[in-house]
Each structure stands twice: as structure tokens, then as C-alpha cells.
């Protein structure tokens, strides 16, 4: 899932306009990406809040332009509205990602009108706002499971399809460093819930905080911990840095058949020139179709 964030404030890669959130989307389509999540309200701590009208704005000029050029993935939105999610899936997106655990209540109606996907993130406190002294967890992966289970059961009685529900733990929402460490070394248990599991930590300031290097320089980091994701069993990956995580996936998937002794590999090309010739308007690249 290739993040592109129309955001003037977010912490990393952001791009202004429809036109540059076409031409990131494109990029990251050729990189591997299958999925791309467009972001139009930043939720780190101390953001502005943008009034609806203005999120709207941000995000479905990113969305047409991208159905117009005929982009082959599925767009998500990073929404917490319920009338953005009815803005955006009208313009042709094709997935809601909430990251406020459904505070709207009319979000999931919308997704279940238009036939929608859903992800369903767990959230602890506030959206925008850092509140430490709330972040205490008896057992933080059993309150996990327990809040997306709630919620996930509320998107299915609005009518959303089982199979169009993915579920995220929420990494550094409402946790501490140490929180979001516990859920990475018990990120397994999250499959109890019977949906596929998003990993979005890409370059977040919990990564930061533990290696003490800024977003800028947190690659390697992150890519550690999508790969610690993927071998647990998350699915969906999040990330701004498609074509490095997508080789992790790749390199995992491989590892993984080796394992039960299928090897399937592409034939040799050039050196040094996989996928040259690629459509960027295809999400399948010539690596991602070998595995």
C-alpha cells in the first residue's frame, strides 16, 4: 500500500495537487505497489484538524485523476468522515482507511452503500493529540483484539462484507514505544480475528524514538519492521517506501516456498535492469508477477 499523502504538514513525502499525486501513484506502481492510500488530513500530534470541506478538496481531484489515467490499483482513503469516505468512493476510490477505530457511526453505512473495502484501525485517546498518562494497557494485545473486534462486528451489522474488512493494530496510536514493540513481537495473534492485518509503521516516530535517527533516515528501520509484520502474518503493508518493501515481501514470499520446496523464479534478464520495461499503469511489475 503506497501512501500518498495531499497534506501540506505530514511528517514525510507529501505532494500538492492532483497531478503530483498522480505522478507519485505512477511511481509507486512501477516500484510494486498494488494498493495506493491517499491521505488529505494529517494525524500526528499537534496537526491542524481540516474542516471536511477542505479534506475533500485535498483528496478527490487525487482520486479522478487516477481513475481518469486508468492507474492499475485499488485507492484507498485515509479518512475519518463519514461524508470525505462518501466524497472519495463517489469519485471512484475503492476502500475507506479509518484510523479512528469508526468514531464516525455513519462511516461504515457508506462504506456498505457503495460496496466498499474497510479498514478498521484500533485507536487509544485522541486523533492529533498526545496524551501519554492514557496509553496504559492491562494486556495490550488482547485490548487490541478485543476493540477491533467490537468494531469490525459494527461495520459487519452496517452491512459491510466480510471479506472487504482489513483490520490494523495501530501502531503509535495511543501507545508508547514499549506498547508498539509488544504488538510487533505478538503481532501473530492478531490473525485470531480472521482478517487480513495492515502493517503501518512505515517511518512513524516510535521507529525513531527506539533508534534515535529522524524520519528522513529511518529505511532501514522501518523495512525491519515490516519484515517482522509480514513474517507474523500481516497482509497489507503501508509504506512510502514501495520498492524496498516490496523486495522484503518478495524475499520473504521466496524464503517462504523454499521452505516447502517450490522455487519459481523469473528468467535472467540484463543485469541490473528488472522491470525496465514495466507499464506504469499496471500494478503487477515483472518481479511481483514472478512471485
Same mark, same amino acid.
Given at each position: 500500500?503506497?501512501?500518498?499523502?495531499?497534506?501540506?504538514?505530514?511528517?514525510?513525502?507529501? %505532494?500538492?495537487?492532483?497531478?503530483?499525486?498522480?505522478?507519485?501513484?505512477?511511481?509507486?506502481?512501477?516500484?510494486?505497489?498494488?494498493?495506493?492510500? %491517499?491521505?488529505?488530513?494529517?494525524?500526528?500530534?499537534? =496537526?491542524?484538524?481540516?474542516?471536511?470541506?477542505?479534506? /475533500?478538496?485535498?483528496?478527490?481531484?487525487?482520486?479522478?485523476?487516477? /481513475?481518469?489515467?486508468?492507474?492499475?490499483?485499488?485507492?484507498?482513503?485515509?479518512?475519518?468522515?463519514?461524508?470525505?469516505?462518501?466524497?472519495?468512493?463517489?469519485?471512484?476510490?475503492? *476502500?475507506?482507511?479509518?484510523?479512528?477505530?469508526?468514531?464516525?457511526?455513519?462511516?461504515?453505512?457508506?462504506?456498505?452503500?457503495?460496496?466498499?473495502?474497510?479498514?478498521?484501525?484500533?485507536?487509544?485517546?485522541?486523533?492529533?493529540?498526545?496524551?501519554?498518562?492514557?496509553?496504559?494497557?492491562?494486556?495490550?494485545?488482547?485490548?487490541?483484539?478485543?476493540?477491533?473486534?467490537?468494531?469490525?462486528?459494527?461495520?459487519?451489522?452496517?452491512?459491510?462484507?466480510?471479506?472487504?474488512?482489513?483490520?490494523?493494530?495501530?501502531?503509535?496510536?495511543?501507545?508508547?514505544?514499549?506498547?508498539?514493540?509488544?504488538?510487533?513481537?505478538?503481532?501473530?495473534?492478531?490473525?485470531?480475528?480472521?482478517?487480513?492485518?495492515?502493517?503501518?509503521?512505515?517511518?512513524?516516530?516510535?521507529?525513531?524514538?527506539?533508534?534515535?535517527?529522524? !524520519?528522513?533516515?529511518?529505511?532501514?528501520?522501518?523495512?525491519?519492521?515490516?519484515?517482522?509484520?509480514?513474517?507474523?502474518?500481516?497482509?497489507?503493508?503501508?509504506?512510502?517506501?514501495?520498492?524496498?518493501?516490496?523486495?522484503? *515481501? =518478495?524475499?520473504? *514470499?521466496?524464503?517462504?516456498?523454499?521452505?516447502?520446496?517450490?522455487?519459481?523464479?523469473?528468467?535472467?534478464?540484463?543485469?541490473?535492469?528488472?522491470?525496465?520495461?514495466?507499464?506504469?499503469?499496471?500494478?503487477?511489475? !515483472?518481479?511481483? =508477477?514472478?512471485?
Amino acid at each position: 500500500m503506497g501512501i500518498v499523502n495531499v497534506t501540506p504538514d505530514s511528517f514525510y513525502e507529501r %505532494v500538492g495537487g492532483a497531478d503530483a499525486a498522480l505522478a507519485k501513484a505512477c511511481a509507486m506502481l512501477r516500484e510494486g505497489a498494488t494498493l495506493i492510500d %491517499v491521505g488529505g488530513q494529517s494525524y500526528a500530534a499537534g =496537526r491542524r484538524r481540516v474542516a471536511p470541506d477542505e479534506e /475533500r478538496e485535498r483528496v478527490v481531484p487525487a482520486i479522478r485523476a487516477m /481513475r481518469e489515467r486508468g492507474i492499475g490499483a485499488a485507492i484507498s482513503v485515509d479518512t475519518v468522515r463519514a461524508g470525505v469516505a462518501r466524497a472519495a468512493l463517489e469519485a471512484g476510490a475503492d *476502500a475507506i482507511n479509518d484510523c479512528s477505530g469508526l468514531s464516525d457511526a455513519a462511516l461504515p453505512d457508506v462504506v456498505a452503500e457503495y460496496g466498499a473495502g474497510l479498514v478498521v484501525m484500533h485507536i487509544k485517546g485522541r486523533l492529533n493529540v498526545r496524551e501519554p498518562a492514557e496509553y496504559v494497557y492491562r494486556d495490550a494485545l488482547a485490548e487490541i483484539v478485543e476493540f477491533l473486534h467490537l468494531r469490525t462486528e459494527r461495520a459487519l451489522a452496517a452491512g459491510v462484507a466480510r471479506d472487504a474488512i482489513a483490520v490494523d493494530p495501530g501502531l503509535e496510536f495511543g501507545k508508547e514505544p514499549e506498547t508498539d514493540l509488544e504488538i510487533l513481537a505478538r503481532f501473530g495473534e492478531l490473525r485470531a480475528l480472521g482478517y487480513p492485518i495492515v502493517l503501518a509503521a512505515s517511518r512513524k516516530s516510535f521507529i525513531s524514538r527506539i533508534v534515535g535517527r529522524p !524520519a528522513s533516515e529511518l529505511l532501514a528501520a522501518s523495512l525491519a519492521v515490516a519484515a517482522a509484520g509480514i513474517a507474523a502474518g500481516a497482509r497489507i503493508v503501508r509504506a512510502h517506501d514501495v520498492r524496498e518493501t516490496a523486495d522484503v *515481501a =518478495r524475499m520473504l *514470499a521466496a524464503i517462504e516456498r523454499a521452505k516447502r520446496g517450490v522455487i519459481a523464479l523469473p528468467p535472467a534478464g540484463p543485469p541490473g535492469e528488472p522491470g525496465e520495461n514495466d507499464d506504469e499503469t499496471d500494478g503487477n511489475s !515483472a518481479a511481483e =508477477r514472478a512471485v
